[in-house]
């Protein structure tokens, strides 16, 4: 079965070959097959969270549910950056994060119709995926509370010997809380050591809920809050897959190479409501969502890859192969069974210390 | 009498104080332009403008230690918790400062403020976002703690947490906004501890607050036609105060009792209640009192799995059956 785990892989094998005389990996040249892929795998988590939405108003997804669609280039560029062993760590807006390190859309969608074949067996839901054996180290429903916690596994990375990275994804909305700015300083103070390579990436999609960025703070510019913790920053274009690709290329190596961290602040944009059940959309014009769609970074990265000779039959048959992909993870996650009753007692505590990160970091070395 | 819903009977006991008083404000995440994520809120906004209902960031230790702050101004700050779930955020302002600020201030400055939302589970938001929180909000000497179950409640309740000089913890039904009652118009006060005799009934005593009210309801429906057992409902309404007599009272008539919770059972309102009864009804107890509760883990997502996590009618019955020997087999 067709999934995004080949590409995954495929991506992560980034040899040495990708740097300059400053050994800072760079995309030398375009690589337009690599481009397609990553076509093929923006377009696996729109039907996904298309195919999620409708599953939801059909009441086989329960609970909330937070779809990615206007952010797709995000996670996929940002991810392009990432090594075996580095960790991510997300909020409940996870699907794609989860996708992109590996996680099958069967499990995925099976976990968010509460299935046993799930990627957690159906007991976290569409907000708490994890899979830790690919580096996902979660989603986290409360907002801001996952902030600290990213900052520790950077430490942890450090102490434990590596010279892997965190990234740390946040919202707009999740820099306004307290978890945040604690989490920020400890960053940057540990980061004077080289004991923190964590790389914030602040997902500025315009709105947490309803509350537009100017409603929730008058410091807008969310990547100098940044400035407060001594903590470098830029911004990008988080609609332009090859924008994010570079940056995250040349922002993880540094990271990577200084343990300090680094932040990002990706503008990009929310184009499905808040969560599936919300509907009424006063806080915003339709008009403003037009705009935004115009830039929408499936249609950018559709148009660049015309632009550089890719043929537009071929993009054709990606989206029916996507389509797929999809539809097969619909139909495993509707056949599988529930979970087993007894499941609702099990995982409450640890019964031995099960520390796969540990291992596979242990035997890295 | 008019039929409203819960909805409806919160957003009018708060317009109709804040008409009448100035110094009531509202605050709270996406409560003013998005209408409230429950649209308890909704058209508040539109009617009393933005210094008195005031959206914020996420910020939930931040805006709820500053309604603190305007409370000890004499301002009366209602606080929305958009769910009790991210209260959490803010349990070191309410716990440290809001309850003990008169206490430790010898009396000089008081809080009164209210903190509202929905609390609870039942829809499938799995572990972080489904929490009962009576137990752990009422184990705080200094707070008020308030569960109402039906719309005449939620406003009578919601005018007297208003009106209260100490910080009230308001625990609505989150599952049934939509739930409709009669609910009087213009103003009247339900007082804190006084539970409520929901059904009368004569052999056993059922005792719940919040939406296990309705499912005690409806059990004691099912034991009448289905077991010949009259049962009486109690509904708590006000966990802390604490309507000790009302249990006692009923469980004098009934000899037995059995205590429903989604929360868990460790250190609960549910092992309060058999305290009380064992403390003041001994004598009168035909046997050990029962609690059905929520199951010892956090909240999962999978349908059958949330299911089975909380009491259901079944769970009620074989109680009620065990207390007053009925048990299959037994
Ligand atoms: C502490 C806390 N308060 C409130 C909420 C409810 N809530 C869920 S998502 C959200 C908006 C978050 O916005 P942002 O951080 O920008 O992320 P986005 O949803 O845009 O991805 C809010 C208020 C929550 N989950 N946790
Ligand atoms: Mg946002």
């Given at each position: 079965m067709a999934t995004t785990r080949g590409s995954a892989k495929k991506r992560r094998?980034?040899?040495?070959?990708?740097?300059?005389?400053?050994g800072v990996p760079v995309l030398?040249?375009?690589d337009t097959e690599k481009l397609v892929g990553y076509y093929r795998q923006m377009v696996i988590i729109r039907l996904f969270e298309e195919a999620s939405q409708r599953a939801f108003r059909q009441g086989k997804v329960g609970g909330y549910l937070h779809v990615y669609i206007g952010q797709e280039a995000v996670a996929t560029g940002f991810l392009d950056a990432h090594r075996p062993g580095d960790k991510v760590i997300t909020a409940y807006r996870d699907h794609a994060h989860a996708l992109l390190l590996g996680s099958t859309p069967r499990e995925v969608m099976a976990e968010l119709f509460g299935?046993?074949?799930?990627?957690v067996k159906g007991k976290g839901g569409s907000m708490h995926l994890f899979d830790v054996k690919n580096d996902m180290m979660g989603g986290y429903g409360?907002?801001?509370?996952?902030i600290p916690l990213g900052v520790g596994m950077a430490y942890a990375l450090r102490y434990q010997g590596t010279d892997n990275i965190v990234q740390l994804y946040l919202g707009d909305g999740a820099i306004n809380n307290g978890a945040f700015h604690e989490a920020a300083n400890l960053a940057g103070l540990w980061g004077r050591d080289g004991m923190n390579p964590c790389l914030f990436i602040v997902?500025?999609?315009?709105?947490?809920m309803g509350t537009s960025v100017e409603r929730a703070t008058?410091?807008?510019?969310?990547?100098?809050?940044?400035d407060s913790y001594g903590i470098e920053h830029e911004k990008v274009d988080g609609m332009d897959l090859e924008a994010v690709m570079e940056c995250a290329h040349r922002v993880a190596a540094r990271v990577r190479e200084t343990g300090k961290p680094y932040a990002v602040e990706a503008i990009t944009?929310?184009?499905?409501?808040?969560?599936?059940?919300?509907?009424?959309?006063?806080?915003?014009?339709k008009e403003e969502v037009r705009k935004w769609r115009e830039r929408d970074p499936i249609g950018l990265l559709e148009r660049k890859l015309i632009d550089y000779g890719v043929e537009e039959e071929r993009l054709e048959a990606i989206r029916a192969e996507a389509k797929e992909v999809v539809d097969d993870a619909v139909r495993f996650a509707d056949e599988s069974p529930e979970?087993?009753?007894?499941?609702?007692?099990?995982?409450?505590?640890?019964?031995?210390?099960?520390d796969a990160s540990r291992e596979a970091s242990a035997a890295r070395r | 009498m008019p039929v409203t819903t819960y909805r409806e009977a919160l957003r009018s006991a708060m317009a109709e104080e804040m008409e009448r008083d100035e110094s009531v404000v509202l605050i709270g995440e996406d409560i003013g332009v998005y209408g409230g994520?429950?649209?308890?809120?909704?058209g508040l906004l539109e009617r009393f403008g933005p210094k008195r209902v005031i959206d914020t960031p996420i910020s939930e230790g931040g805006f709820t230690g500053a309604a603190i702050g305007m409370a000890m101004m004499g301002m009366r700050p209602i606080v929305e918790m958009?769910?009790?779930?991210?209260s959490f955020q803010a349990a070191d302002q309410i716990i440290q400062n809001a309850a003990k600020i008169h206490y430790f201030s010898g009396g000089q400055a008081s809080v009164p403020l209210v903190i509202r939302g929905p609390n609870g589970?039942?829809?499938?938001?799995?572990a972080q976002h489904t929490h009962s929180l009576e137990g752990f909000y009422g184990h705080f000497p200094g707070l008020k703690v308030v569960s109402p179950v039906t719309p005449h409640d939620a406003k009578g309740m919601m005018i007297a947490a208003i009106r209260d000089p100490n910080p009230v913890i308001f625990l609505e039904a989150g599952a049934l906004y939509g739930t409709k009652g009669e609910v009087p118009e213009g103003e009247y006060t339900v007082p804190f501890g006084q539970a409520r005799i929901a059904r009368e009934g004569t052999d056993v005593t059922l005792i719940a607050y919040g939406r296990q009210v309705n499912l005690l309801l409806r059990v004691a429906e099912r034991l009448a036609n289905e077991e010949k057992i009259e049962a009486e409902v109690i509904d708590?309404?006000?966990?802390?105060?604490?309507?000790?007599k009302t249990i006692v009272e009923s469980v004098k008539k009934t000899n037995r009792a059995v205590v429903v919770q989604?929360?868990?059972?460790?250190?609960?309102v549910a092992s309060e209640v058999a305290a009380i009864l064992q403390e003041q009804a001994f004598d009168y107890l035909d046997a050990p009192v029962e609690r059905v509760s929520g199951?010892?883990?956090?909240?999962?997502?999978?349908r059958n799995l949330e299911q089975a996590a909380f009491p259901s009618e079944q769970q009620v019955i074989e109680a009620v059956r065990r207390v007053t020997y009925r048990a299959r087999g037994a």
């Open positions: 094998a980034d040899g040495p070959g990708d740097t300059n005389p400053d030398e040249r375009r299935k046993a074949t799930g990627l409360i907002v801001g509370g996952h997902e500025n999609n315009q709105y947490g008058a410091m807008t510019d969310l990547a100098r809050k940044f944009y929310r184009i499905a409501p808040h969560g599936a059940a919300d509907f009424l959309e006063r806080y915003r014009t979970p087993p009753l007894e499941e609702l007692y099990t995982d409450v505590y640890a019964e031995e210390s099960v | 994520t429950h649209l308890v809120t909704d958009m769910t009790w779930n991210f589970g039942g829809v499938q938001l799995s708590l309404r006000s966990i802390r105060p604490f309507d000790e989604e929360q868990w059972r460790w250190f609960s199951a010892e883990v956090p909240a999962p997502y999978a």
